[in-house]
């Protein structure tokens, strides 16, 4: 059954929980007031359904329903999940939840709030055991972490039903477990802004090379390992404790303002602000965006391959989003968008990269014949000796295309496939292979006669196969 989440306030945040939820099956109904909130929202959607899609290397679940609400209760009503993304107003978040709990008493309210407790979200609250923070981070249809704050008063169950549903949508709730002001992730980004802005101030440095000394050094190992880890390793052998007893005492030397922050007078506000016009002013807010999420994805890919960090939520993720193999005639043996990481300098997909998705394309045959993890995990597997490819057709990245496999030949240890890459929108075939696989032994690394199920199920599926072809 498909669920339903209903989001209050469409802006940049609402925009992308829409399309975090949308993209991952569920149907999602909006309420806000703005009478451009449609567009807004259809933009941030725009470059969802690009971006998100490149992360997994299987197809994501069928687009939900989106629906545009003429009042928060015809939003709630009714709703597995409320995400409130108004403005950064006490007073006007209170108001929604009232009208959220009035319509619907059991619906189940997380706030994108990045700086109120939950304690002050609940304050004149209908039930407050309801109430949550799950706070986002922009993009949120691409950054995974979401700072899920109770408060006492929150209700366990409902902490625990909020975690699955974040999780199943490929979200990380990181649970706060004591409220504090601006939670965690918010107090650390402010600490290095307001040295930032002190340096800005005093002419030490531009906004240009602020974010250079970010994106070249730390900032790159932040993204993988974050801030304790990384010092755990800058300690060398001897570990966190060496770190701290070698640095530690630098930081009573007078050279932070952290605790104080520059007056932001009009000539400072004037300096920031053409520092960054001369820095990125040329491009437009959709073209950074576009940037932006470019480079988000292939990190996160390259953490993807590596399992670590943001890459292995992707893996978790991508291991419920993978449907079991069909026994069809042709099988889709691969169902995904082509990511911007395997496209090359002439703007289309790089030629590695078809060999990559075939292979991808043979591992759904060799489940559906028995070979799957488990199978080659006790000792046995299929090898490539040999793969025709014919390049047919450009294709680019954001291209949602499918993978049609038949097995041609399945003869003792032969197993051979013709895999057909189709683009989605037209049906055109893009690329085709020609694949001989042999059975193999990884112990002696020869190979061999395949058990008696294995040997079933590649004659079934080559028999199967051997009909013609009944597309339309």
């Not at 399309?19 to 567009?39: I, K, S």
């Not at 099988?331 to 496209?343: E, H, L």
Request: aromatic letters at 6%; proline letters at 5%; charged letters at 25%.
């Amino acid at each position: 059954m498909t669920r339903t989440a209903a989001i209050i306030g469409g802006g940049v945040i609402g925009g992308g929980w829409a399309a975090r939820f949308l993209l991952n099956g569920w149907n999602v109904r909006v309420f806000d007031p703005d009478p451009q909130a449609e567009r807004k929202i259809g933009e941030v959607l725009e470059n969802a359904r690009r971006a998100l899609p490149m992360l997994y290397d299987v197809a994501m679940p069928e687009e939900g329903a989106l629906i545009f609400c003429a009042s928060v209760a015809e939003a709630v009503t009714g709703a597995d999940w409320v995400q409130e993304s108004v403005t950064e107003r006490l007073d006007l978040k209170h108001r929604v939840f009232a009208e959220i709990q009035s319509a619907d008493p059991a619906a189940l309210i997380g706030s994108s709030t990045s700086g109120f407790k939950p304690s002050e979200l609940q304050q004149g609250a209908i039930d407050p055991s309801r109430i949550m923070v799950t706070h986002p981070f922009n993009p949120v249809y691409l950054l995974p972490l979401i700072e899920l704050v109770p408060s006492p008063a929150t209700d366990a169950q409902a902490v625990e039903t909020c975690k699955e549903i974040l999780r199943s949508v490929g979200l990380y709730p990181l649970h706060i477990r004591k409220e504090i002001d601006a939670h965690i992730a918010d107090r650390l980004m402010e600490a290095v802004w307001r040295e930032g802005l002190w340096l800005v101030n005093d002419d030490i440095a531009t906004t240009e090379e602020i974010d250079n000394a970010i994106r070249y050094a730390f900032g790159l190992r932040w993204g993988q390992m974050g801030l304790f880890e990384t010092f755990r390793i800058a300690g060398g052998e001897a570990g966190m404790r060496h770190f701290i007893a070698q640095f530690g005492p630098a930081l009573a030397w007078p050279w932070t303002k952290l605790m104080d922050v520059p007056e932001m007078t009009d000539a400072l506000i004037d300096k920031i602000a053409s520092q960054s016009d001369a820095q990125s002013g040329h491009l437009s807010i959709r073209a950074l965006e576009r940037q932006r999420d470019g480079n988000l994805i292939a990190m996160m890919r390259a953490l993807k391959q590596q399992g670590h960090a943001a890459g292995r939520l992707i893996l978790e993720h991508q291991s419920a989003l993978r449907p079991a193999p069909e026994m069809d005639c042709p099988m889709v043996s691969a169902r995904r968008v082509i990511p911007i990481d395997w496209t090359d300098n002439n703007g289309h997909m790089n030629e590695g990269r078809y060999g990559q998705l075939f292979s991808d394309a043979s591992e759904t045959v060799m489940a559906a014949v028995g070979a799957d993890d488990a199978y080659i995990a006790g000792g046995k597997s299929f090898f490539t000796v040999e793969n025709t490819i014919r390049f047919l057709e450009e294709t680019h990245a954001g291209e949602r295309i499918e993978v049609h496999s038949r097995v041609t030949q399945a003869e003792g240890k032969k197993l051979r496939c013709l895999h057909e890459m189709r683009r989605v929108a037209d049906g055109a075939v893009l690329a085709t292979s020609d694949q001989f696989m042999l059975h193999v032994d990884l112990a002696t690394r020869r190979s061999c006669v395949p058990p008696e199920d294995v040997a079933a199920r590649m004659a079934a599926l080559a028999a199967l196969h051997a009909a013609p072809e009944t597309e339309g």
